[in-house]
């Protein structure tokens, strides 16, 4: 069984302990149906109603984890401001709001996602609390966007980075998944800009990773970009990473 799948199991337990045909369904609907929006609807929609109040819910780990690979990205981005930034898959995750909240320049932070559900549910939680950026210039917004259409919302070269903590490894153990996210890389390297990056956070192992994003690339015709790899960290016995894919100018053309 993978980290994301044990994560996602944990967390069931704990949301539909009251109700286990509930949550054996819902589970085991969401782990056949990762790519499809219908299953993270029900799951957003499931886990909230059952929650009288709001928790950010973290594949992997939270933003602590990872918070010494994003924010030095934000310096050394383009000198355009603010820096635009996209959580993608961002679920109800609080990493996009806290690169929103501790970012010292100003930076737009996009989190998008294709359920709904998780997007009015982040937007309701970030007004009640009113997280204030630490540069008073920064942004924050919630799209509702499906990660293989990316260029339909962004032009070539608009983006400085893209997060994606979980949301590729979910598609590529869906069962239709695999040329859903080939498509995502493609569009990822697309709407960056020169030498702008995207961040995987995965627990696959880098012997397959690296291989599947060099041919991934390649099949897209996107063979202008860099990728290097860094352990993230060790939890409950499962290692962690983080690959860097750095656009170049070429793919943005």
């Known amino acids: 069984m993978s980290a994301l799948t044990r994560s996602f199991t944990v967390a069931c337990r704990r949301v539909f302990s009251r109700n286990v045909r509930q949550h054996s369904s819902v589970t085991t609907e969401l782990m056949e149906n990762m790519d499809k929006k219908s299953a993270w609807d029900r799951f957003y929609s499931e886990t909230s109603s059952r929650n009288p109040s709001f928790k950010n819910f973290e594949w992997f780990f939270g933003f602590d984890a990872v918070q010494d690979f994003i924010m030095p990205l934000l310096q050394t981005a383009s000198p355009r401001s603010p820096v635009q930034v996209l959580d993608m898959g961002c679920g109800t995750s609080a990493l996009g ?23 009015r549910l982040m937007q309701e939680h970030v007004q009640a609390e009113a997280v204030r950026p630490h540069n008073v210039s920064s942004q924050i917004e919630f799209l509702e966007l499906d990660c293989t259409q990316l260029d339909r919302h962004y032009g070539p070269g608009s983006l400085d980075l893209i997060v994606d903590k979980g949301t590729t490894d979910a598609l ?22 020169s030498s702008g990056s995207l961040l995987q956070f995965s627990d696959e192992d880098p012997d397959a990773r690296l291989v599947w994003l060099e041919t991934a690339a390649q099949d897209g015709g996107l063979a202008a970009a860099d990728v290097v790899v860094q352990e993230v960290r060790v939890l409950r016995g499962v290692c962690y990473y983080c690959y860097q894919v750095t656009a170049h100018h070429d793919v943005n053309e």
């Open 172 to 193: 590529l153990r869906s069962k239709e998944g695999a040329e859903k996210a080939a498509l995502v890389l493609k569009q990822c390297l697309k709407v960056l800009r």
């Open 97 to 119: 709001p806290s690169i929103y909240r501790d970012s010292a320049l100003p930076v737009r932070v996009t989190c998008a996602d294709i359920s709904a559900v998780a997007v």
